[in-house]
C-alpha cells in the first residue's frame, strides 16, 4: 500500500471513529435531559382534584336565588372552587371510573344515578323514577360496567354501565336491612360484596343475587371500607356504638373505641399508603385519628372551626395531606396528618362526601 492510499485510509477510519464518539456522546445527552425531567417532574406536587359533595348550603340572602349545592371540585387545594352537574343537586357520594379519559363520573343523587363521560361537562340521569335517595356507587374494579348502589330501598345493580338497573334484596328481610349506606367489592373476587345497614353488615357471595348477615346486627352502620391491601381489613363507623374492625373479610369483629369521646361516627378512613392509620369524625367530634388500627384514638380539633365531621379522605400521593367535610362548616385540611387543620372553603356548607382523585 502507498502512502497516499494509507492516509486515506486512516483518515476515513478517523471520520468513522469520530461519527461513532459523536452519535454516543448525542444519545448520553439525551438520555441525562430525559432523566432531569423525569426528576423534575418527580420533585413537583402532582395535580390532584378534590371532589366534594354539598348536599347544603346556608348562605342563603333574601331575595336572591338558592345558593349552589352539588358536585364541586378544586385543583389547588381550595383556591379556587368550581362547580359541575345540576346547580341544586344533592350528590350523597361520588364515583369514579379512572380506566376511561377523562374518568366517567357517576354521581349517587337524591333523584337517582348521575353520569358524566366528558368530565363533568354534560350529564345524564341513568335511572328510573323507582330508585332515589342514592346514598353510594360502588364500580366493580375489574368490570367498570357493574355498578352498584347502596339505597334506603336495597342495592341495585347494572352491568350495562348504568343503562339498566335490578333490585338486589334477596335475604334483606328486615325493613332496616334495606336501608343500605355503603357496599363494598371484595378485591380479589368481585363475586363477594359486603354492604353496611341500619342493620349491620351483610355478605354475598354471588354478585349480589343473595344476601346473609355477616356481623354487627342490631347497630346502624354509617360507613363501611376496606383496606388499601385486602378487603379482608374492614372498618365501620356507626351510629351509636362507635368503630369496629374485621381483620378476616367479615366473619368476625372488634370494637375499637379507645380513646372516641363520642361514638357516633358519620366518617371513617383507612389512609391508602397504611393499613394502620385509621381516621374517625362524627357529631361534635372534630376528627380522630389511630394509627395502631384502631386499638388507640388520638382526638384533633387544633384550626377546625366545625366540630361535625361527615366525610374525610387522605391523599393517595401524601398520607399527610388529609381533608375533612363538615356539616355547616365547609372543607379543612392538614398538612401533618391531622394534628393541625386549615379551612380551604365551601363556606357555610354540609360536605357528605369527599373523594381525592
Known amino acids: 500500500m502507498d502512502q497516499t492510499s494509507f492516509l486515506l485510509r486512516l483518515r476515513t477510519m478517523n471520520d468513522s471513529m469520530l461519527l461513532k464518539t459523536s452519535l454516543v456522546v448525542s444519545i448520553i445527552i439525551a438520555c441525562l435531559a430525559v432523566l432531569a425531567a423525569l426528576q423534575a417532574a418527580a420533585a413537583q406536587p402532582s ?9 347544603n348550603n346556608k348562605t342563603f340572602v333574601v331575595g336572591a336565588d338558592n345558593p349552589k349545592t352539588g358536585l364541586f371540585y378544586t385543583t389547588d387545594d381550595g383556591k379556587d372552587w368550581n362547580h ?29 344515578v348521575h353520569k358524566s363521560i366528558d368530565g363533568g361537562k354534560t350529564w345524564a340521569i341513568k335511572t328510573g323514577w323507582e330508585i332515589t335517595e342514592v346514598q353510594k356507587i360502588t364500580i366493580d374494579p375489574k368490570d367498570h360496567s357493574i355498578l352498584y348502589i347502596a339505597t334506603p330501598y336495597g342495592v341495585w345493580k347494572s352491568t350495562d354501565g ?26 380479589s373476587n368481585t363475586n363477594r360484596l359486603l354492604l353496611s345497614s341500619e ?72 389512609d391508602p399508603n397504611n393499613p394502620d392509620v385509621f381516621y374517625a369524625g362524627g357529631f361534635k367530634s372534630g376528627v380522630f385519628r389511630s394509627s395502631d388500627g384502631g386499638r388507640t384514638w388520638k382526638n384533633s380539633k387544633t384550626g377546625l372551626t366545625n366540630l361535625d365531621i361527615h366525610s374525610i379522605a387522605v391523599s393517595p400521593s401524601d398520607s ?30 354540609l360536605v357528605w362526601d369527599l373523594k381525592v382523585y
Open 84 to 112: 359541575m352537574g345540576w346547580t341544586n343537586g344533592r350528590p350523597f357520594g361520588i364515583g369514579l371510573d379512572t380506566s376511561a379519559h377523562p374518568p366517567t363520573i357517576y354521581l349517587a343523587e337524591g333523584n337517582g
Open 47 to 55: 395535580v390532584q382534584t378534590l371532589y366534594a359533595c354539598v348536599i
Open 199 to 270: 342493620n349491620g353488615v351483610f355478605e354475598s357471595i354471588d354478585a349480589g343475587e343473595s344476601w346473609h348477615a355477616s356481623g354487627l346486627q342490631g347497630k346502624a352502620v354509617r360507613r363501611l371500607v376496606d383496606g388499601p391491601e385486602s378487603s379482608a381489613h374492614l372498618l365501620v363507623g356507626t351510629e351509636d356504638d362507635g368503630v369496629f374492625v374485621s381483620d378476616n373479610g367479615g366473619r368476625t369483629w372488634q370494637e375499637r373505641n379507645n380513646g372516641l369521646i363520642h361514638k357516633t361516627v358519620y366518617a371513617i378512613a383507612i
Open 162 to 187: 348504568g343503562g339498566t338497573w335490578a333490585r338486589k334484596t334477596k335475604g334483606l328481610k328486615e325493613v332496616r336491612d334495606t336501608f343500605i349506606t355503603s357496599i363494598v367489592i371484595d378485591r
Open 320 to 349: 399527610k395531606t388529609v381533608y375533612a367535610g363538615t356539616i355547616g362548616g365547609g372543607v379543612f385540611k392538614s398538612t401533618d396528618a391531622g394534628e393541625t387543620w386549615t379551612y380551604i372553603g365551601l363556606e357555610s356548607c
